[in-house]
């Protein structure tokens, strides 16, 4: 079933379609969309200062700048961005951009689901490549392309018997 929702950010206009939620219900990935932008709503970030596109770009609302990402702990992109309080914080780029653009959990809780990228390119922060899931989904996705091994047996750190 096809949606479709507007959001209003002045003095644009912007409208773009998005599927119906997945059985699991929180992770939705739009399938058919044109470059949009939002204003940054992700709990902690001082309201109506900065905005983010669907290709996963950052920018200032106050300067007109796009903020330049660096890659954090994980080779993650995180960028600096001020704080309700006054105090500038560290934000993952995929998780605003996951949060604006993929309906988060359902549950409203996003510290207990992680985002992921679909393709396992950690520096492609296109909301088409994200998807909001558990840790334990996330650990078999990696585990699916390659990119964290399989922990059997004596390689697993909590087994209790090792081979002599």
């Known amino acids: 079933m096809k949606g479709c929702f507007k959001m209003f950010i002045s003095p644009f206009?912007?409208?773009?379609?998005?599927?119906?939620?997945?059985?699991?219900?929180?992770?939705?990935t739009p399938f058919n969309y044109t470059?949009?932008?939002?204003m940054i709503t992700y709990p902690g970030v001082k309201k109506g200062m900065y905005t983010v596109n669907t290709e996963g770009g950052i920018s200032n609302i106050r300067t007109g700048q796009m903020m330049t990402p660096f890659v954090a702990g994980g080779g993650y992109l995180a960028v600096g961005l001020q704080q309700e309080f006054g105090y500038t914080k560290n934000f993952h780029v995929h998780r605003l951009v996951?949060?604006?653009?993929?309906?988060?959990?359902?549950?409203?809780?996003?510290?207990?689901?992680t985002?992921?990228?679909?393709?396992?390119?950690?520096?492609?922060?296109?909301?088409?490549?994200l998807e909001w899931c558990t840790n334990q989904e996330n650990r078999?996705?990696?585990?699916?392309?390659?990119?964290?091994?399989?922990?059997v047996g004596e390689d697993n750190p909590f087994s209790r018997l090792k081979e002599e």
């Open 140 to 151: 078999i996705h990696a585990v699916k392309l390659g990119l964290a091994a399989k922990l």
């Open 13 to 28: 206009e912007f409208t773009f379609n998005y599927s119906k939620p997945s059985d699991r219900g929180y992770s939705v």
């Open 98 to 113: 996951a949060y604006q653009f993929c309906n988060p959990p359902c549950d409203g809780d996003i510290s207990n689901y």
């Open 35 to 38: 470059r949009s932008i939002a």
């Open 115 to 129: 985002v992921n990228h679909i393709d396992g390119n950690k520096l492609n922060n296109a909301f088409s490549n």
